[in-house]
């Protein structure tokens, strides 16, 4: 396994923007995928993001798509999220993961995961 250490969260106002990373121990290998999710108080874990670690290519939820952008560095081991035009139902604990599955969006695909990073969006 890889270990995973997020950061970046904090408390903004609505409107503002975040650059949340995500730094990895160990070599992931081209063909895994890093991915972000985030919890929010009383509710399930849901997907944000994807990035397959070779190629490069991402996909969202739609919720996020074209407000949130994921992107990686290969040779710091990081990878990030921007999240720009931040809501107050964006609150929530983030968290990035590893699946050995390139393009999986099923949390149950990740075997690694990170303790999380806490985003408070105000009014």
């Not at 995500?22 to 997907?47: K, L, N, T, V």
């Not at 070779?54 to 939820?61: L, N, S």
């Not at 999240?83 to 990740?110: H, I, W």
Request: hydrophobic content about 35%; proline content about 2%; overall charge positive.
């Amino acid at each position: 396994q890889v270990q995973l250490v997020e950061s970046g969260g904090g408390l903004v106002q609505a409107g503002a923007s975040l650059r949340l990373s995500c730094a990895a121990s160990g070599r992931i290998h081209s063909s895994y995928a890093m991915g972000w999710f985030r919890q929010a108080p009383g509710m399930d874990r849901e997907f944000v993001a994807l990035i397959n670690w070779g190629e490069g290519r991402t996909y969202y939820a739609d919720d996020f798509q074209g407000r949130f952008a994921i992107s990686r560095d290969i040779a710091k081991n990081t990878v990030y999220l921007q999240m720009n035009s931040l809501k107050p139902e964006d609150t929530a604990v983030y968290f990035c993961a590893r699946s050995q599955y390139g393009l999986s969006r099923r949390q149950t695909d990740y075997d690694s995961w990170g303790r999380g990073t806490q985003v408070t969006v105000s009014s």
